[in-house]
């Protein structure tokens, strides 16, 4: 199954001609999931040929502007193109409060289901669950209610091993190996066993978004061995005094986490504009996490690649 | 005094990859205003070369998203670049509402005074007054409350004629003749004559901001003889039904407006984007008023040409 990132926004709080702040789909499949929701994210889902109809669910990180100020605009646009399927919308329950005020002066009532699903207080929690994926929070330091999002794949079935399979088996059989069972004659001898006939599923892959937080190292056993890290690191190391003021983290404070994790692969985003050369605050990162890149806006990362 | 408006959004609800709801900047002189304030505001500010802590005062027209969703973002871009003069905005009283929610849920209080001025109930009514402007509210006809603004330049001093000007002549005695006034010997007999020595001021301009309104004929009187005239058009005249529906108008009706007047020059926009060609909208316009122009982002029109 596809299981791709496509990069919406990655820049930092101010947004610029060609940057835009905090904003990603992530897509699973034919399922797609917003996460964060800069402002202008309409037209940078036009850009990457996302039809918005498709959007399943949404993760608001935390009520940060640069974080979700492009949801409201969203939400009308489905409105007028006469959306019908549910919207699921994840996010501190303070944004319920603020969707409510816009409709109510916009005099206006949505057409379609927004299922809002206020984040638990209780960090860890699984906030979504459907056949393929887990989604879990995770713990951000930030100077107000933030969380990151955790998406694992679930265990798939064993995968069969086609040209070993017998031309006359039944679905029924079939059915069980999948499962694992092995499948028993009359008299109790094994027909067709798991060993001989699957593979192993494919290994499991997940996406861990941690958006802005303070390093914080207890973070790492909670992302172990993720196939993709997306974590901010608004400052160079030199502003790592900044970076503790505003709770934000450094480039190389990123990479340790990707380290510490075990993650395959960092994605370092959130960069300040004050920054004129990116590329210099990706060789930071390297130099502690080898496998790090630049989250760049309209590009698409593939989770486990 | 150079008084010139910046287009900086001029289509219909749903952005476009290339088109913004309504957003406008009207500079007279070094005075900038904001006239509505669509979701990307911030990035066609840069792209116009205006920069932000220009802006004294902003108008919102009223609390439908597609016109003042970038508001918030553009007030913490001023926040986060350390604002310190006061911001006056004015607009339905919602949206001091919606402000402090967001600022609540952001755990943030702007480090500028933000003056908001609720719009009055009267319609009609002078909201702001300088030494070169008068701002009134416009009623517009709309599903919620809604207003238009009209921005009137204010008498200026009679205009010395310089080369008539007697090269000994006093400030003091200059001050009297630009403000009318003869100036006069010890024996009551006539110095400097005002209308020898001074042509009258430059005819007033003034700018009629119609947001969204149905038609309403009883308008022209109130913005009699404006020099630009900007009049949403919403609809084609074939889907006038659709415009009575929605509290929007067709092409000739903003044209009509335009002509019951006496406005010199027309500039149409919130086109809806249904319609691929805006030119045929403009031609159907300009049957009715030929000084019609098509309101296009990032274009600037001078009030008076």
């Not at 002066?105 to 809002?116: D, E, K, R």
Request: proline share 5%; with cysteine; charged share 20%.
């Amino acid at each position: 199954m596809e299981f791709v990132l496509t990069i919406l926004g990655s820049g930092g709080a101010l947004p610029g001609i060609d940057t835009n702040p905090t904003a990603q789909c992530l897509r699973y499949g034919t399922h797609h999931y917003l996460i964060d929701a800069s402002e202008g994210i309409q037209t940078r889902l036009t850009k990457n040929g996302i039809a918005h109809h498709k959007i399943e669910r949404i993760f608001i990180s935390h009520l940060h502007g640069d974080h979700y100020l492009g949801l409201m605009g969203l939400l009308f646009t489905m409105h007028l193109h006469r959306r019908k399927t549910e919207l699921h919308l994840h996010a501190h329950r303070g944004l319920a409060e603020i969707i409510t005020l816009h409709l109510k002066h916009a005099g206006s009532a949505l057409c379609y289901p927004l299922i809002f699903h206020p984040l638990p207080e209780d960090l860890g929690t699984v906030i979504f669950e459907n056949k393929h994926l887990l989604v879990e929070i995770l713990p951000m330091q930030h100077r107000i209610p933030c969380v990151g999002f955790l998406f694992t794949e679930k265990q798939g079935p064993l995968k069969l091993i086609k040209d070993r399979l017998p031309k006359d088996i039944s679905i029924e059989h079939i059915g069980m190996l999948k499962a694992g069972q092995d499948v028993l004659n009359a008299d109790g001898t094994t027909k067709y066993a798991v060993e001989d006939l699957t593979h192993s599923p494919d290994p499991l892959r997940s996406y861990a978004f941690c958006s802005d937080t303070a390093f914080d190292p207890t973070l790492a056993s909670k992302i172990s061995n993720g196939s993709l890290l997306y974590h901010e690191a608004t400052f160079a190391d030199e502003d790592i005094e900044k970076a503790k003021e505003t709770w934000h983290s450094t480039t190389s404070q990123a990479a340790q986490m990707a380290k510490l994790s075990g993650t395959k692969q960092l994605l370092i985003g959130h960069l300040s504009s004050r920054y004129k050369d990116p590329e210099s605050l990706l060789r930071e990162a390297q130099q502690i996490f080898p496998n790090t890149r630049l989250a760049e806006e309209n590009k698409v990362y593939t989770v486990g690649d």
